[in-house]
């Protein structure tokens, strides 16, 4: 086994979370290696956001021209789901990384490809190699474990003999089913479902344990995007569960087979004939962090569990100081922009960075203000807190709606636009502690609100960030108004 000469820093995946830290540590004037196993950019590059988005898009825009009275009379067609494949073909590079390695290289960052492992022995990685040749890295000061995540695969029997989707074989999918059953109405969950149904899945059927889709975000988002899935045609099954997975492979007409789905409400399978039938099952229930195979229990943390970090990044019971982890293994915040932000944060405390002060730059991950869009049609944008999270947090908080559809901005844009927006204001601050908007392109306004929440702009003075005319943001107006400014 070889044994490689110390580096400053040892990061372990090159998604958006580990090249980030990489980069950004070189930048400073360390020597950084990343060890990859699969492809440079990860999860979000291949079969995460860049190719969900992509098939997304020619259905949203479809929709959208629809809308409007001039254009719609053009739109004649359906969608050209070859030619959307191929545009995410294109988009995730052909499934090769190499457009994204040398903006590792070009930085003086070395890639070493293989499998990372912890060997127990403080800031000691072991890399296996794809033709099986090991060797040891060793790091003088630290290692960041940014391995992200994997679709979790409940225990519902037959389902894994089922050889369901995943985010992986949705996202890279080549043909579109005639029938699709989507496990779990969350974000990759319900923007998949609608991309298919509208890439000319004939069916497609959400099932979700919980009384609504997005069960995290504000109540109206998740009754909005059922009524516009149904509208589409897509049937929703909520407080349901799948509890038996079949796939028979008997069925000449389809190569892979029929799946039957057996569903059950909150009392239990409702008939025997409670089933669904279809021709892919695509699981999107959660995520499981990728630290089954990382030698964690040699370091005294549990395997196959997210690694529990403080504000800091720093892996909590790791004694030394010397294991960070970002991104979605770590569990905060599974989003790309989030990993990235814990990325740079993590850095800043390795190089120990300073401000112009002198001070420790930005050394506390902030995630009060954790912006994420989920890009159905209608998008739902969100901030911070919901008002049902903040109450559930003690805040004093209060909270106004409007029609985001209520100004002239979205009136230009099209007819039957629908949408809600809300901020929860937090009483005893006067500041915002949570923003929700729904809507068409809605993905562009939670920016503000961001800056609002992590600024903590008193109500007061947002009155003075004014809108530009026509757009949707004039929704801010509304809400202030509302909320008695
Ligand atoms: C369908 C879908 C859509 C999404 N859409 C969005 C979106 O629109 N916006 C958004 O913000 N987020 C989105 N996400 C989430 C986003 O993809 C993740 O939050 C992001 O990829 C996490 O980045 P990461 O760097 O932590 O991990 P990953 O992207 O998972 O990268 C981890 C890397 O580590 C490597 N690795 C793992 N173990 C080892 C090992 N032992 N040795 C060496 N290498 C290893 C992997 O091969 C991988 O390249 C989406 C996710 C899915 C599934």
Aim: with cysteine; proline share 5%.
């Amino acid at each position: 086994m070889d044994q490689d000469a110390a580096v400053d820093v040892i990061v372990i995946g090159a998604g958006p979370a580990g090249e980030n830290v990489a980069g950004r540590c070189a930048d400073a004037g360390l020597a950084v290696t990343i060890v990859e196993r699969e492809l440079v950019g990860g999860e979000c590059s291949y079969w995460g956001c860049i190719p969900s988005k992509t098939l997304i898009r020619p259905g949203e825009v479809l929709a959208a021209a629809r809308r409007v009275p001039g254009a719609a009379a053009a739109v004649t067609g359906s969608l050209d789901a070859a030619a959307a494949f191929a545009r995410r073909d294109s988009l995730v590079g052909g499934f090769s990384d190499d457009s994204q390695v040398p903006w590792l290289t070009d930085k003086g960052v070395r890639l070493v490809r293989g499998t990372g492992r912890l060997t127990g022995r403080p800031r000691h990685v072991e890399v296996t190699a794809a033709d099986g040749a090991r060797r040891v890295l060793t790091a003088s000061r630290a290692v960041v474990v940014a391995t992200g995540s994997r679709a979790t695969v409940p225990p519902i029997p037959g389902l894994v003999d089922a050889d369901p989707w995943d985010n992986r074989s949705a996202t890279a999918a080549t043909s579109v089913p005639r029938r699709l059953v989507v496990l779990g109405g969350g974000a990759v969950g319900a923007e998949l479902a609608q991309a298919f149904r509208r890439l000319g899945s004939a069916e497609v059927t959400v099932v979700e344990g919980s009384p609504r889709l997005l069960a995290r975000e504000e109540e109206f988002a998740g009754e909005e995007v059922r009524a516009a899935f149904e509208a589409d045609g897509i049937a929703v099954r909520l407080g349901t569960r799948a509890v038996e997975v079949h796939r028979s492979r008997d069925d000449a007409a389809a190569p892979r087979g029929l799946v039957t789905v057996t569903l059950a409400g909150p009392a239990g399978p409702k008939s025997a004939g409670d089933t669904v039938v279809a021709d892919e099952v695509l699981v999107a229930v959660g995520r499981t962090p990728a630290t089954g195979d990382l030698g964690l229990a040699a370091i005294g943390l549990p395997p196959g569990k997210f690694i529990d970090v403080d504000d800091r990044l720093l892996a909590v019971g790791v004694s030394d100081g010397w294991l960070y982890a970002v991104g979605d293994v770590c569990g905060r915040a599974l989003l790309t922009h989030m990993g990235k932000y814990q990325a740079w944060i993590v850095a800043d405390v390795i190089t120990g960075r300073r401000d112009a002060a002198g001070e420790p730059a930005r050394d506390v991950a902030d995630h009060l203000g954790v912006p994420r869009v989920t890009f159905t049609d209608p998008q739902v944008s969100a901030v911070g807190l919901t008002e049902r999270a903040a109450r559930e947090a003690g805040l004093p908080v209060r909270a106004v709606s409007v029609a985001t559809s209520g100004v002239a901005g979205a009136s230009v844009r099209g007819e039957g636009i629908t949408g809600t927006s809300k901020i929860v204001v937090d009483e005893s601050r006067r500041v915002l502690v949570g923003a929700t908007f729904t809507g068409p392109d809605t993905q562009e306004m939670v920016h503000a609100a961001t800056v609002a929440i992590v600024g903590a702009v008193p109500v007061e003075r947002l009155w003075h960030a004014v809108p530009s005319f026509p757009t949707v943001s004039e929704v801010w107006l509304r809400l202030l108004e509302e909320y008695g400014l």
